[in-house]
């Protein structure tokens, strides 16, 4: 089979559809358009230059380099995390919670899958290391974010309801032990749910390009199947590490919930 290449025009015509996007936005007075356009080139940018960095990155294979670029991913993706908090936690803990944590758990489950499953030559390959971290990191992004943002916003909603249980003599464990549990669940349900239809309701984009690129289909959906696996062990051990850490912080060493560690959404 052979390999259907695009031109600019092609993605020009495939831009359309955004503009009619921004189109109805402005028709229905949605007030999306703007962010329709700017999201548009902002990832058209953003692509292109991480198309030349790869580029380069492949034609070098140098560990250092991949490291470094394994390394810009995951601060980013921690900046994003924080960005996505309601109430996120004040000083180093607002930024390093979820950048911490997500190199942690994407960085070591990357590693697992390059040294026992995939198996390059060299192991940190870019070709392979770089795609491998970035679908990782993609999905224990989301579950990371949602997990703070679960927990600090439960936390002081039910703020009476914890206090009372930490007055009554219980641990800040087992006051914070119900709220966390949810923040939890409302973490992982995304990529349960997307497991569950992945292959009857969607095709994954891993899968569909390996596909359009002349891969055997049954190849295709051997490589799917590890990722989603590897997807799942980070974006849970990272929406653990980050709900357990931050229900930690919620509470001093005198079991005192401390609501003042966390910024005021309405300031």
């Known amino acids: 089979m052979n390999f259907i ?3 600019y025009f092609d993605l020009a015509l495939a831009a359309t ?3 009619v996007n921004a189109a109805l936005s402005l ?6 358009e703007r962010r329709f356009l700017i999201a548009a080139v902002r990832m058209a940018v953003q692509l292109t230059l991480v198309g030349i960095v790869l580029k380069a990155l492949f034609e070098v294979a140098s560990p250092l380099w991949t490291g470094l670029a394994a390394l810009f991913m995951i601060l980013f993706a921690g900046r994003e995390v924080m960005a996505r908090q309601e109430r996120r936690f004040i000083g180093w803990w607002g930024y390093g919670l979820g950048t911490s944590v997500m190199l942690t758990a994407a960085l070591l489950v990357t590693i697992f899958g390059l040294s026992t499953q995939v198996r390059p030559d060299p192991w940190y390959d870019p070709r392979y290391a770089i795609p491998i971290l970035g679908m990782i990191l993609g999905n224990t992004m989301t579950g990371v974010a949602l997990g703070l943002h679960t927990l600090t916003n439960d936390a002081a909603r039910n703020r009476a309801g914890i206090e009372a249980q930490l007055a009554l003599g219980a641990t800040r464990r087992e006051a914070l032990r119900h709220t966390a549990r949810g923040a939890l669940r409302t ?8 497991m569950s ?3 009857l ?6 899968m569909t390009g390996q596909i359009l690129s002349g891969v055997d ?3 295709a959906v051997k490589y799917q199947l590890l990722i989603s696996f590897l997807i799942a062990g980070g974006t849970g051990l990272g929406a653990l ?3 357990q850490a931050g229900a930690w912080r919620l509470c001093d060493g005198r079991h005192r919930l401390r609501l003042d560690r966390l910024t005021d959404p309405t300031v």
């Open 201 to 206: 309701v969607a095709l994954p984009g891993m």
């Open 241 to 243: 590490a980050a709900v």
């Open 5 to 7: 290449t695009l031109d």
């Open 27 to 32: 028709r229905l007075e949605l007030g999306l």
């Open 217 to 219: 289909p049954i190849e």
């Open 17 to 19: 559809l955004v503009l």
């Open 197 to 199: 239809a992945t292959g």
């Open 187 to 194: 973490a992982l349900i995304p990529i349960i749910n997307s």
